[in-house]
Antibody, heavy 119, light 109 residues
Framework: EVRLLESGGGLVQPGGSLRLSCAGS????????MAWVRQAPGKGLEWVSL????????FYADSVKGRFTVSRDNSDNTLYLQMSSLRVEDTAIYYC?????????????WGQGTLVTVS | SYVLTQPPSVSVAPGQTASITCEGN??????VHWYQQKPGQAPVLVVY???DRPSEIPARFSGSNSGNTATLTISRVEAGDEADYYC????????????FGTGSKVTVL
């Protein structure tokens, strides 16, 4: 059974930093591209970042580029999102997800999310 | 940037059919994926590549995509289908971007 468990969320002041983690199990972690998707309170889904299986390729939404850094440790089956220069508008539930398809173009498994509040 | 527009709400009686549209410029030229999100829960993939279903998703969920509109159809709607639904595409034209639709709330009357 695929399991994704996020952690690291919390309350942080504007301009602060936070690191999210996502522990994966039940699948070949290193063979999957992994993504972060967020959802502001009462709003829709917004893709944040994606990292290839090897970690050699990373991609970011314009809204977080230059402030967030995605990384992974395949020896520990863990995905990370380092967030800095946080803004009030970064307040959201952050989900990690496995990216599937020949282009890693959709997300087939999701974690339960971790809440980040910037205030 | 690429925009996907969905109706904010869709209402349907139990046992009837719900159709949720996702409009985007030439969306028929790309693959569309759909997610179901119930209150307080993470999204769940219900349709991928326009019309394929993960094995655990009932056949009542189906999808189509042509021209400027993709559609998720839920047949024989049940109370448990009440949720928010989002379409999603991979925008290859803009350096590896994932775009979600605006979301549709399906209410079972």
């Amino acid at each position: 059974e695929v399991r994704l468990l996020e952690s690291g969320g919390g309350l942080v002041q504007p301009g602060g930093s936070l690191r999210l983690s996502c522990a994966g199990s039940g699948f070949m972690f290193s063979t999957y591209s992994m993504a972060w998707v967020r959802q502001a309170p009462g709003k829709g889904l917004e893709w944040v970042s994606l990292i290839s299986g090897s970690g050699g390729h990373t991609f970011y939404a314009d809204s977080v580029k230059g402030r967030f850094t995605v990384s992974r440790d395949n020896s520990d089956n863990t995905l990370y999102l380092q967030m800095s220069s946080l803004r009030v508008e970064d307040t959201a539930i952050y989900y990690c997800a496995t990216a599937k398809g020949p282009l890693s173009d959709y997300f087939d498994f999701w974690g339960q999310g971790t809440l980040v509040t910037v205030s | 940037s690429y925009v996907l527009t969905q109706p904010p709400s869709v209402s349907v009686a139990p046992g009837q059919t719900a159709s949720i549209t996702c409009e985007g410029n030439n969306i028929g030229l790309t693959s569309v994926h759909w997610y179901q999100q119930k209150p307080g829960q993470a999204p769940v993939l219900v349709v991928y590549d326009d019309s394929d279903r993960p094995s655990e998703i009932p056949a009542r969920f189906s999808g189509s995509n042509s021209g400027n509109t993709a559609t998720l159809t839920i047949s024989r709607v049940e109370a448990g289908d009440e949720a928010d639904y989002y379409c999603q595409v991979w925008d290859s034209s803009s350096d590896h971007r994932y775009v979600f639709g605006t979301g549709s709330k399906v209410t079972v009357l």
